[in-house]
């Protein structure tokens, strides 16, 4: 099975301090320690236990700058075959649709039976997925946190939805699912991985390697933008419970009794 | 799409590469999900589980710098320097000493050892399925290495082994222990390295000795009580131990200059991270010029410490001779450690001094880098000869 995973180099949140940048269009990206996507790499893990199971190959690619080429080789450390960088200044702040449309002008320069993204990335949106199985006129489930191949036609995916329950599908080949984080353990990297992949060349395709008008992505062709970036004011209504631990306990049962939490 | 900085950079010698950068990032991502959220239970506990060594083994992490066809990675000086930072960065040197004892253990079989003997006791190291310890400090001395008392005497393929080693790093768990024992005179011409497995009869353990800090690696006296040793566990030639112990102590510095140097900058971070949060006579504490100055103190020394130890890690990764310099490093990078150390304590005030405090734990296991592998003292001697 060929499978695509799309991934995205993000803002490590564990390692930074996140602040609104001083123009209020976006974090501030002095000294940011970045990552991948962890819902990304969910979605390597997952193709790459696939792919161990009835054989074929997993294909990384991500749209970024030259900086986002160490993902690729991370998830490649990982176990991942090959990478494919998607750079070009015209595809700088790109909106959900413009990166959609670059990813699948590259799905089409290859044959891939699955396409997989995370189900989200730093800003949330949660729009790739999607977008990109409507562009490409393929079946898409989101939210996916099991998957189990019938046949070379056919999966059977687990869809995790609203409290905490489980749907299952059928869904035919070519699809693109989008990862929900838990569907697996992703492994580590280590050291033998590292070294398979520091001098392999990762080929980097730009707009016109990809036959896209420049004008129909990036900055020019983005039909969504951001305004404005704020840390929103705190509102009222936490109270402070003061006093001995028994005290705060009594208070509390006190105050739940009067709510209604308590009977 | 040029990233804003790597555009405006322009290329100076780099220590790390971006391979180099690719451990850190693993090491790293390990050590947050399989270390931090247990590093408290396990130095409570005085150690971390056995499966530890399996999971870092597995992944390759134990002996970067070890040949590949041992188990290694046959990595360069800055792995090992990535990898002991980003243990550290668990925030306890305990774990980082005992999961690194092989470090030390093992280059003498590496570097002197015959291909048997590296089967047997370099390979399953470095696989993580059996730990190894170094004994050299006995209960009579540590620094004067030369005088060992422990003796092995030779009785046919044996050698009979007597003596005790004490402050054992990995001392408990060991299934090996690389041991200085002197089979020749007196003096530093008698001395000679033997593996001795743990289940020789004779060979014994103490109680786990209880530290100021490291208190997530299990240290230990062991007595050798006519432990009957096969003559083949001899590393390298008889009465030439001594030089394979000089030669060894270089790296253990190194790493431990290293290890003083990520003590400070994480007590630095804390210092930092706390001043600015804390509020004292209705201001934040960086809101205090003294306590500003305090900070740009501690962080230039900091910086200072670790470019000194990366220049001279460099000069050794080239094959220079740094003995002059490597003990320099140790007494300024702890030197370093022990001033920033207590600072940071001091700027946390009572929280400091509580347990559960990064800050609490650091100062007291940053009190061990300035005596083992050689003291303070001992590297002034070292040094005095060489200028």
Same mark, same amino acid.
């Given at each position: ?225 951001? @305004? ?36 | ?113 015959? @291909? ?205 001779? @740094? ?65």
């Amino acid at each position: 099975m060929e499978i695509l995973v799309c991934v995205k180099r993000v803002p490590d949140t564990s390692e930074n301090e996140i602040e609104v940048g001083s123009d209020g269009q976006d974090i501030d990206r002095d000294d940011l320690v970045y990552s991948v996507n962890e819902w990304d790499n969910y979605a390597v893990e997952e193709a790459i236990q696939i792919v161990d199971k009835v054989g074929g190959k997993v294909t990384v690619v991500t749209v970024g700058d030259d900086e986002s080429e160490e993902v690729l080789r991370r998830e490649m450390a990982m176990g991942a075959n090959e990478g494919i960088l998607l750079s070009d200044d015209a595809f700088e702040s790109s909106d959900g649709k413009g990166i959609a449309a670059i990813l699948k002008a590259a799905v089409e320069k290859g044959s891939y039976d699955l396409i997989m993204t995370g189900a989200q990335a730093d800003a949330g949106a949660g729009q790739v997925g999607g977008m990109l199985a409507a562009m490409l006129d393929q079946p898409y489930a989101s939210l996916v946190n099991s998957i189990e191949v019938i046949d070379d036609k056919k999966l059977k995916v687990g869809r995790e939805i609203e409290g905490g329950n489980q749907e299952m599908n059928e869904i035919q080949m070519p699809c693109v699912l989008s990862i929900q984080t838990g569907i697996n353990e992703p492994r580590y990297v280590g050291i033998r991985g590292i070294r398979k992949v520091a001098s392999v060349d990762i080929p980097v395709l730009g707009a016109s390697d990809l036959g896209i008008d420049s004008g129909s992505v990036g900055n020019a062709g983005a039909s969504v933008k951001v @305004q404005d970036y704020f840390v929103p004011v705190f509102g009222d209504g936490a109270e402070m419970l003061e006093g001995s631990t028994e005290e705060i306990i009594d208070k509390l049962i006190e105050l739940l009794k009067a709510q209604g939490g308590l009977k | 799409m040029q990233s804003k900085n790597s555009s405006v950079k322009k290329p100076y010698q780099e220590y790390f590469s971006k391979e180099h950068d690719m451990l850190r990032q693993a090491m790293r991502d390990f050590v947050k999900k399989e270390i931090l959220p247990n590093i408290e239970e396990w130095e409570e506990a005085g150690e971390f589980p056995r499966e530890l060594y399996k999971k870092v083994g597995d992944l390759g992490f134990l002996g970067v710098t070890f040949p590949e066809e041992l188990g290694g990675a046959s990595g360069d000086i800055f792995d090992s320097i990535v990898v002991n930072e980003e243990l550290m960065r668990s925030g306890s040197g305990g774990l980082a000493a005992g999961l690194g004892s092989l470090g030390i253990a093992l280059p003498p079989i590496i570097y002197k050892g015959t @291909q048997e003997q590296k089967e047997k006791f370099v390979k399953p190291v470095l696989a993580g399925d059996r730990i190894a310890a170094l004994g050299i400090t006995e209960p009579g001395g540590g620094s004067d290495v030369a005088n060992i008392k422990t003796t092995a005497v030779r009785d046919g393929d044996h050698y009979i082994v007597n003596g005790s080693k004490t402050f054992i790093t990995s001392g408990i768990r060991a299934d090996q222990l690389t041991c200085a024992v002197r089979t020749g005179g007196e003096g530093a011409h008698g001395i000679s390295f033997l593996v001795i497995e743990s289940d020789t009869p004779g060979y014994s353990v103490g109680s786990k000795l209880k530290k100021t800090g490291w208190w997530a690696s299990d240290t230990a006296e062991i007595f050798l009580d006519n432990c009957r040793v096969p003559a083949e566990n001899m590393i390298g030639e008889e009465n030439m131990g001594f030089y394979t112990i000089m030669e060894n102590f270089q790296m253990e510095r190194l790493q431990l200059c290293v290890m003083a140097n990520i003590t400070a900058q994480m007590a630095l971070e804390e210092a930092m991270k706390y001043a600015k949060k804390r509020e004292a006579f209705g201001k934040q504490l960086t809101g205090f010029q003294v306590i500003r100055h305090k900070l740009v103190d501690m962080a230039t020394q900091v910086e200072v410490s670790r470019e000194f130890t990366y220049r001279i890690a460099a000069k050794i990764n080239a094959g220079t001779n @740094q003995v002059k310099e490597i003990s320099m490093a140790k007494n300024f990078a702890c030197d370093v450690s022990d001033k920033v150390t207590y600072e940071a304590v001091q700027i946390f005030g009572g929280y400091g001094y509580m347990r559960g405090y990064l800050v609490e734990r650091l100062y007291r296991d940053n009190r061990i880098l300035s005596i083992g592998g050689g003291t303070t003292e001992i590297m002034k001697e070292i040094i005095s000869k060489l200028i």
